[in-house]
């Protein structure tokens, strides 16, 4: 039996050939095929302006910098993410105020996000863990009662929505910042890279600024730099396996939620003592991860190896971050998110991508109920 990896990206033909087509044009860095990818990226969310960027690790640095974030600041989060998340809070020289998660959704816990609140606090970086959308309504209730600018990690929501909405679209009133990630295992890639969707009353050149070096390029051939950029950009080669994954959004979607209803009617069928299933909603989620609580006694290390025997791969997303060296030498400790904590050490992420079969979900619960047994 072949190995089953957690996940796996879907590139079709089509793709394979475009990308070919970039290189024998002799013009393989950013160009006419990033532009049609943020113009397809701009239609799916509602017009709004989109700029890509090489990661979203990079497009969260500069929304953060266009929302005004610099040294002393704050900026409150979820314990329960990609570090990425603080990493870049840290870059700019603000500091990462976690909030513990919300024990059913996994997200952050809104209702603790007040209390975090200072007159430091510059903004709200809430994270779709999962693809499961943070609630919306009242996410945008807090940010206006605090004056706070939102920095939406919609890394895993690609796809997702919110009450009908696609997330991408403005819930902040225009005012909010989105940013995707094309990472190879996300929902749709571009192998690596990223977009920033731009509140209405932020200038897109600044942001393409902060994206290339701070250059502003004249009609005439010359250039200045009044502003210190990074070095951001996405090449047309990516963009191009981006465009033709675009097509497939709807599909992938469809797909993984297909799977995800064979994971609960299986495990409601097996009944495994002690393992708890993910918040099952249907109707926002695109299904991003299907990810289940290990048993409070159970071994995570061992129970991964015995699945890896098994040909299953399983990924873990992820350790709660505080509990990172860097992140206690900066004063966080064990405790600090009790709940953050119990899931990221004991979630394992199931295999869950739409070339897998429907067989594959059988095979895999029936692995899991083996070894827990
Ligand atoms: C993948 C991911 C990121 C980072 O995306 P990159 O494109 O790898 O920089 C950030 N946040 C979350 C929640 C992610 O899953």
């Not at 200072?118 to 809430?126: E, G, H, I």
């Not at 390029?217 to 990516?238: E, H, S, Y």
């Not at 409070?296 to 060296?325: N, T």
């Not at 600090?336 to 070339?355: I, S, W």
Request: net charge negative; aromatic share 8%; charged share 25%.
């Amino acid at each position: 039996m072949s190995f089953l990896p957690f996940t796996r990206p879907t590139i079709d033909e089509e793709t394979i050939a475009a990308v070919g087509e970039v290189l024998r044009s002799g013009w393989i860095t950013s160009g006419p095929r990033v532009r049609a990818f943020e113009a397809a990226l701009s239609e799916y969310c509602g017009g709004r302006p989109v700029r890509a960027f090489s990661s979203a690790t990079a497009a969260m640095e500069v929304a953060l910098r266009l929302a005004g974030v610099g040294p002393g600041d704050e900026v409150i989060t979820t314990p329960l993410t990609w570090v990425a998340c603080a990493n870049v809070v840290l870059t700019l020289g603000a500091r990462p105020v976690l909030v513990d998660i919300d024990a059913a959704t996994r997200n952050i816990d809104l209702a603790l996000v007040g209390a975090a609140v200072t007159a430091k606090t510059r903004a709200l970086l809430p994270v779709d863990l999962a693809g499961l959308p943070v609630d919306r309504d009242r996410l945008y209730a807090i940010a206006q009662r605090h004056g706070l600018r939102v920095v939406e990690d919609a890394a895993q929501s690609f796809g997702a929505s919110w009450r009908g909405r696609p997330i991408g679209t403005s819930f902040g009133q225009g005012r909010d910042f989105v940013s995707f990630s094309f990472h190879a295992n996300k929902n749709i890639t571009t192998g690596e890279g990223g977009a920033l969707v731009l509140p209405d009353d932020i200038d897109p050149d600044l942001c393409e600024r902060l994206r290339l070096q701070g250059v502003e390029r004249f009609p005439d051939g010359t250039m200045d730099v009044d502003v210190l950029g990074g070095k951001f950009n996405l090449t047309d080669i990516a963009a191009a396996i981006g465009l033709g994954q675009l097509k497939r959004l709807e599909a992938f979607t469809a797909r993984r939620h297909e799977l995800a209803r064979r994971y609960f009617e299986h495990f409601h069928r097996l009944a495994i003592p002690g393992l708890e299933l993910p918040p099952a909603d249907f109707e926002n989620s695109n299904w991003h991860m299907y990810q289940v609580l290990l048993p409070d006694h159970a071994d995570r290390g061992a129970f991964i190896k015995a699945m890896q025997e098994r040909g299953i791969g399983i990924g873990v997303h992820y350790p709660a971050l505080h509990l990172f060296s860097l992140y206690r030498r900066l004063g966080f400790e064990p405790g600090d998110f009790p709940r953050a904590e119990r899931v990221g050490g004991q979630t394992v992420t199931l295999p869950l991508f739409p070339a897998m079969h429907d067989a594959d979900v059988e095979r895999v619960c029936d692995a899991v109920a083996e070894i827990l047994e």
